[in-house]
Nanobody, 122 residues
Framework: QVQLVESGGGLVQAGGSLRLSCAAS????????MGWFRQAPGKEREFVAA????????YYADSVKDRFTISRDNAKNTVYLQMNSLKPEDTAVYCC???????????????WGQGTQVTVSS
């Protein structure tokens, strides 16, 4: 079992930055790939970024490529999402997920966090 808790969301102006964190419990965290997903009001949840268990492989949605960076610290059981040059369309609830099969491009989380709200004002 893996439990995930996100933090770091908030209100930011367009062009600003935020760093989200996802803290995981469980001894097997460093064998799972991790991903960030987001869901805006009235829209379906969409993939944002993913990272392999080692951190050596990452993958991003086209909409966030070159603006967002995913990283992880296995010693701290934490995965991060650095978000720069934020746009109003980035407004959403952001959730992290853990995939026990270490998939990255086709990540399908087995475990989910509750999410953290990110609001970008214009």
């Amino acid at each position: 079992q893996v439990q995930l808790v996100e933090s770091g969301g908030g209100l930011v102006q367009a062009g600003g930055s935020l760093r989200l964190s996802c803290a995981a419990s469980g001894r097997t965290f460093n064998s799972y790939s991790m991903g960030w997903f987001r869901q805006a009001p009235g829209k379906e949840r969409e993939f944002v970024a993913a990272i392999s268990w080692s951190g050596g492989s990452t993958y991003y949605a086209d909409s966030v490529k070159d603006r967002f960076t995913i990283s992880r610290d296995n010693a701290k059981n934490t995965v991060y999402l650095q978000m720069n040059s934020l746009k109003p369309e980035d407004t959403a609830v952001y959730c992290c997920g853990a995939d026990r099969h270490n998939r990255v491009v086709f990540i399908i989380p087995d475990y989910w966090g509750q999410g953290t709200q990110v609001t970008v004002s214009s």
